[in-house]
Protein backbone atom coordinates (compact mmCIF):
# COMPACT_ATOMS: atom_id res chain seq x y z
CA UNK A 1 0.00 0.00 0.00
CA UNK A 2 1.00 3.35 -0.99
CA UNK A 3 2.10 5.87 1.99
CA UNK A 4 -0.01 8.87 0.17
CA UNK A 5 -3.42 8.18 -1.88
CA UNK A 6 -3.65 9.45 -5.20
CA UNK A 7 -5.97 12.16 -5.77
CA UNK A 8 -8.57 11.41 -8.60
CA UNK A 9 -11.21 13.63 -9.63
CA UNK A 10 -13.81 12.41 -12.37
CA UNK A 11 -16.19 14.05 -14.94
CA UNK A 12 -19.69 12.33 -15.78
CA UNK A 13 -22.39 13.90 -17.29
CA UNK A 14 -24.76 11.74 -15.78
CA UNK A 15 -24.79 12.80 -11.84
CA UNK A 16 -26.66 9.76 -10.81
CA UNK A 17 -23.57 7.63 -11.70
CA UNK A 18 -21.32 9.78 -8.68
CA UNK A 19 -22.35 7.58 -6.69
CA UNK A 20 -21.66 4.45 -8.27
CA UNK A 21 -18.09 5.94 -8.61
CA UNK A 22 -17.89 6.85 -5.08
CA UNK A 23 -18.58 3.31 -4.41
CA UNK A 24 -15.70 2.37 -6.70
CA UNK A 25 -13.17 4.45 -5.07
CA UNK A 26 -14.37 3.79 -1.39
CA UNK A 27 -13.24 -0.12 -2.20
CA UNK A 28 -9.48 0.85 -4.06
CA UNK A 29 -6.80 1.77 -1.21
CA UNK A 30 -4.28 3.73 -2.99
CA UNK A 31 -6.64 6.19 -4.68
CA UNK A 32 -9.00 8.97 -3.22
CA UNK A 33 -11.93 10.26 -5.38
CA UNK A 34 -11.57 14.06 -3.98
CA UNK A 35 -14.17 15.40 -6.48
CA UNK A 36 -16.95 14.65 -9.27
CA UNK A 37 -18.64 16.99 -11.56
CA UNK A 38 -20.90 16.98 -14.85
CA UNK A 39 -18.84 20.12 -16.30
CA UNK A 40 -15.34 20.80 -17.43
CA UNK A 41 -15.56 24.51 -15.83
CA UNK A 42 -16.52 22.81 -12.39
CA UNK A 43 -13.53 20.80 -12.60
CA UNK A 44 -10.85 23.56 -13.10
CA UNK A 45 -12.90 26.17 -11.02
CA UNK A 46 -12.17 23.78 -8.05
CA UNK A 47 -8.51 22.36 -9.69
CA UNK A 48 -6.87 24.49 -6.42
CA UNK A 49 -8.98 22.87 -4.31
CA UNK A 50 -8.86 19.41 -5.13
CA UNK A 51 -4.81 19.34 -6.74
CA UNK A 52 -5.84 15.99 -8.68
CA UNK A 53 -3.42 13.94 -10.18
CA UNK A 54 -5.13 12.01 -12.35
CA UNK A 55 -8.75 13.30 -14.16
CA UNK A 56 -10.97 10.34 -15.35
CA UNK A 57 -13.52 12.72 -17.99
CA UNK A 58 -16.15 11.60 -19.71
CA UNK A 59 -16.22 13.18 -23.57
CA UNK A 60 -19.86 14.13 -23.47
CA UNK A 61 -20.10 16.85 -20.46
CA UNK A 62 -22.32 19.44 -20.23
CA UNK A 63 -20.29 22.53 -21.31
CA UNK A 64 -17.09 22.22 -23.15
CA UNK A 65 -16.62 18.95 -24.58
CA UNK A 66 -14.27 16.46 -22.66
CA UNK A 67 -11.25 16.22 -25.54
CA UNK A 68 -11.32 20.00 -25.87
CA UNK A 69 -10.85 20.19 -22.03
CA UNK A 70 -7.91 18.25 -21.96
CA UNK A 71 -5.65 21.56 -22.87
CA UNK A 72 -6.97 23.70 -19.99
CA UNK A 73 -6.29 21.23 -17.53
CA UNK A 74 -2.58 20.65 -18.94
CA UNK A 75 -2.66 24.91 -18.44
CA UNK A 76 -3.29 23.96 -14.76
CA UNK A 77 -0.51 21.07 -14.36
CA UNK A 78 1.03 19.98 -17.24
CA UNK A 79 2.22 16.84 -15.91
CA UNK A 80 -1.37 15.49 -14.79
CA UNK A 81 -2.31 11.94 -16.41
CA UNK A 82 -5.88 11.89 -18.09
CA UNK A 83 -8.04 9.81 -18.99
CA UNK A 84 -10.91 9.69 -21.10
CA UNK A 85 -14.04 7.36 -21.22
CA UNK A 86 -16.91 7.10 -23.36
CA UNK A 87 -19.89 4.56 -24.96
CA UNK A 88 -18.19 5.98 -28.23
CA UNK A 89 -15.49 3.92 -29.39
CA UNK A 90 -14.74 5.24 -32.59
CA UNK A 91 -11.60 4.97 -33.90
CA UNK A 92 -11.24 8.84 -35.35
CA UNK A 93 -12.82 9.62 -31.46
CA UNK A 94 -10.14 7.97 -30.02
CA UNK A 95 -6.98 8.92 -32.24
CA UNK A 96 -8.09 12.66 -31.16
CA UNK A 97 -8.41 12.01 -27.68
CA UNK A 98 -4.69 11.10 -28.10
CA UNK A 99 -3.86 14.00 -30.38
CA UNK A 100 -5.15 16.29 -27.58
CA UNK A 101 -3.06 14.87 -25.36
CA UNK A 102 -4.96 12.12 -23.06
CA UNK A 103 -2.76 9.40 -21.52
CA UNK A 104 -5.66 6.45 -21.65
CA UNK A 105 -9.02 5.69 -23.06
CA UNK A 106 -11.78 3.31 -21.66
CA UNK A 107 -14.96 2.43 -23.04
CA UNK A 108 -18.36 2.51 -20.53
CA UNK A 109 -19.18 1.06 -18.03
CA UNK A 110 -16.73 1.77 -16.03
CA UNK A 111 -16.40 -1.15 -13.58
CA UNK A 112 -14.53 -1.69 -10.26
CA UNK A 113 -11.79 -3.64 -12.16
CA UNK A 114 -11.37 -1.54 -15.41
CA UNK A 115 -11.00 1.59 -13.23
CA UNK A 116 -8.68 -0.38 -11.02
CA UNK A 117 -6.79 -1.92 -14.36
CA UNK A 118 -6.65 1.43 -15.60
CA UNK A 119 -5.17 3.01 -13.05
CA UNK A 120 -2.70 0.72 -12.23
CA UNK A 121 -1.63 0.74 -15.98
CA UNK A 122 -1.70 4.67 -16.26
CA UNK A 123 0.67 4.87 -13.31
CA UNK A 124 2.94 2.12 -14.17
CA UNK A 125 3.19 2.88 -17.66
CA UNK A 126 1.73 5.88 -18.43
CA UNK A 127 -0.99 4.84 -20.53
CA UNK A 128 -4.39 2.39 -20.34
CA UNK A 129 -6.57 1.65 -22.92
CA UNK A 130 -10.19 -0.94 -22.50
CA UNK A 131 -9.34 -4.42 -24.60
CA UNK A 132 -11.59 -3.21 -27.09
CA UNK A 133 -10.07 -0.14 -27.66
CA UNK A 134 -6.44 -2.05 -28.02
CA UNK A 135 -8.32 -4.48 -30.84
CA UNK A 136 -9.83 -1.25 -32.81
CA UNK A 137 -5.51 0.26 -32.72
CA UNK A 138 -4.56 -2.77 -33.56
CA UNK A 139 -7.15 -3.53 -36.37
CA UNK A 140 -6.85 -0.01 -37.86
CA UNK A 141 -2.27 0.17 -38.16
CA UNK A 142 -3.01 -3.14 -38.99
CA UNK A 143 -0.52 -3.12 -42.42
CA UNK A 144 -1.87 -4.21 -45.90
CA UNK A 145 0.87 -6.88 -46.77
CA UNK A 146 0.37 -8.52 -50.75
CA UNK A 147 2.85 -11.31 -51.57
CA UNK A 148 3.34 -9.73 -55.06
CA UNK A 149 5.10 -6.98 -53.78
CA UNK A 150 8.80 -6.90 -52.31
CA UNK A 151 9.11 -5.47 -48.65
CA UNK A 152 9.54 -1.78 -49.18
CA UNK A 153 7.10 -2.20 -51.83
CA UNK A 154 4.45 -3.11 -49.13
CA UNK A 155 5.65 -0.24 -46.64
CA UNK A 156 5.60 2.27 -49.42
CA UNK A 157 2.01 0.93 -50.16
CA UNK A 158 1.23 1.27 -46.24
CA UNK A 159 2.19 4.94 -46.17
CA UNK A 160 0.23 5.65 -49.40
CA UNK A 161 -3.18 4.47 -47.94
CA UNK A 162 -2.31 6.67 -44.90
CA UNK A 163 -2.40 10.03 -47.52
CA UNK A 164 1.48 10.12 -47.33
CA UNK A 165 3.23 12.12 -49.99
CA UNK A 166 6.99 11.20 -51.89
CA UNK A 167 8.52 13.31 -49.80
CA UNK A 168 6.83 12.01 -46.26
CA UNK A 169 7.39 8.51 -47.50
CA UNK A 170 11.18 9.32 -47.98
CA UNK A 171 11.92 10.86 -44.58
CA UNK A 172 10.30 8.15 -43.48
CA UNK A 173 12.25 6.01 -45.00
CA UNK A 174 15.44 7.59 -45.33
CA UNK A 175 16.04 7.03 -49.13
CA UNK A 176 15.54 9.93 -51.55
CA UNK A 177 12.37 10.75 -53.30
CA UNK A 178 13.66 9.82 -56.95
CA UNK A 179 13.77 6.22 -54.81
CA UNK A 180 10.29 6.15 -53.42
CA UNK A 181 9.19 7.53 -56.92
CA UNK A 182 11.19 4.23 -58.30
CA UNK A 183 9.26 1.90 -56.47
CA UNK A 184 6.02 3.76 -57.11
CA UNK A 185 6.53 3.53 -60.94
CA UNK A 186 7.02 -0.74 -60.37
CA UNK A 187 3.86 -0.95 -57.76
CA UNK A 188 1.94 0.82 -60.61
CA UNK A 189 3.33 -1.64 -63.17
CA UNK A 190 2.32 -4.74 -60.96
CA UNK A 191 -1.07 -2.99 -60.41
CA UNK A 192 -1.12 -2.24 -64.23
CA UNK A 193 -2.65 1.27 -63.02
CA UNK A 194 -1.29 4.60 -63.87
CA UNK A 195 -1.53 6.88 -61.17
CA UNK A 196 -1.86 7.08 -57.48
CA UNK A 197 -5.85 7.22 -57.53
CA UNK A 198 -6.22 4.34 -59.73
CA UNK A 199 -3.81 2.42 -57.58
CA UNK A 200 -5.54 3.46 -54.46
CA UNK A 201 -8.74 1.75 -55.41
CA UNK A 202 -6.94 -1.00 -56.86
CA UNK A 203 -5.31 -1.60 -53.39
CA UNK A 204 -9.20 -1.44 -51.76
CA UNK A 205 -10.32 -4.07 -53.94
CA UNK A 206 -8.07 -5.83 -53.69
CA UNK A 207 -7.69 -5.55 -49.44
CA UNK A 208 -11.60 -6.02 -49.40
CA UNK A 209 -11.35 -8.97 -51.08
CA UNK A 210 -8.74 -10.60 -48.72
CA UNK A 211 -10.65 -9.66 -45.93
CA UNK A 212 -13.82 -11.40 -47.35
CA UNK A 213 -10.90 -14.51 -48.23
Known amino acids: MKNTKTRIIILERDSSMHIVYKNHFDALEDYELVGSYTSA ?6 FKHTRPQIVLSEIDLDDINGIDAIKLFRKKN ?3 NIIMFSEINDFEVIKKAFKKGANGYLTKPL ?5 EHALSSIEKEGAAMSND ?5 ISNFHKRTFAFFSERENQIVDFLCQGAT ?6 KLFV ?10 NIYLKLD ?5 EALTKLERLQNQLEEY
Do not use: R
Open 41 to 46: NLALKD
Open 78 to 80: WGI
Open 166 to 171: YKMIAE
Open 111 to 115: TLDKL
Open 193 to 197: VNSKS
Open 133 to 137: IVKKF
Open 176 to 185: TPSAVNFHIQ
